[in-house]
């Protein structure tokens, strides 16, 4: 017998928060719900680089200072600078220039497709000078380095509020395509999760089955946009400043958590098969799944442990 399903959807952090709880009662779900809103407005409060009252814009307009800051702007930063250690750098909160001089400056529905090309976009400058004091909960940008943490802050939105959800038989916090499953599907089976064509993408090219775990996808097919009439994404290698060329179109990262999903992905996507070779990263993911440019699929098996995940 399938259990009682709740669905919820908000727009949050410029995507699209989709929760869905198995078990449970209408009333608790709605609860539920409501916490869902009260953290996404927290997080917008926190992360958003496109408004000038959040408090990373207050700490990116006061690079060269000692900032104090929340424990969740702190944690979030904390989590970024280990994660680029991890990874060699492919993962970098400090691209954000670039993205700014290639247009993405402002909400991605309101990106203008005029204007040129930049000219001179060069390496991000990385976080080895970024600053923190765990006594002070100060964080200290180097003069001119700014921080994005969107994607992050995504995979932790889903990590968190699936935390709080835990006591439900199922469920999955769905913020902007970072995952966070747990427990039973409705039909009381292995969560389905569709790894999408990135060329056509009303179809799959693999399922992923999957029960308690993190899922995250990077493409180079979303949030893209025309500068000096080139297509361009948002995706941007650190180590040249512009977005990044790879042979991979998208991948997906199955991990403990949707946050190690969401840096194993990136890091799978900019540093190409040579990335999965770094036991460094490796220990971020279970499995990852890579959809090349002339759609073969490309699977990587991590060394972290989720258990009963496949594909199929």
């Known amino acids: 017998m399938s259990q009682l399903v709740y669905r919820h959807t908000l727009a949050a952090m410029g995507s699209t928060v989709e929760i869905v709880l198995v078990g449970g009662c209408a009333a608790e779900a709605g609860e539920a719900f409501a916490l869902a809103e009260r953290l996404a407005a927290e997080w917008e409060r926190t992360f958003s680089r496109f408004r000038p009252d959040s408090e990373l814009s207050h700490l990116n307009r006061r690079s060269g200072e000692a900032v104090a800051v929340s424990d969740l702007l702190y944690s979030a930063t904390e989590m970024a600078l280990h994660a680029a250690f991890r990874t060699g750098g492919l993962f970098d909160p400090t691209v954000l220039p670039s993205l700014t001089a290639l247009g993405y400056d402002r909400t991605f529905e309101a990106i203008s497709e005029r204007g040129d090309l930049p000219s001179g976009l060069s390496a991000a400058p990385g976080v080895s000078g970024v600053m923190l004091d765990p006594e002070r909960r100060t964080v200290r940008l180097p003069a001119g380095v700014q921080l994005d943490l969107g994607g992050l802050a995504k ?74 009439g080139r297509p361009v994404h948002h995706l941007i290698d650190p180590r040249t400043g512009w977005p990044v060329e790879s042979r991979f179109r998208s991948v997906t990262s199955i991990a403990p958590t949707a946050t190690r999903a969401e840096i194993a992905s990136l890091a799978l996507i900019v540093g190409g098969p040579t990335a999965a070779e770094a036991e460094a990263v490796r220990s971020l993911f279970t499995l990852a799944l890579a959809v090349g440019c002339e759609g073969e699929i490309v699977a990587y098996r991590g060394s972290a442990t989720v258990g009963g995940n496949g594909y199929r």
């Open 155 to 228: 995979g932790l939105y889903a990590d968190v509020l699936a935390g709080t959800l835990a006591g439900w038989d199922g469920g999955v916090v769905s913020a902007g395509g970072d995952l966070r499953v747990w427990g039973i599907s409705p039909d009381r089976d292995r969560w389905s999760i569709g790894i999408e064509d990135p060329d056509e993408p009303t179809r799959n090219v693999a399922t992923v089955l999957v029960t308690t775990c993190g899922v995250a996808t990077s493409g180079t097919n979303r949030r893209t946009w025309l500068r000096g």
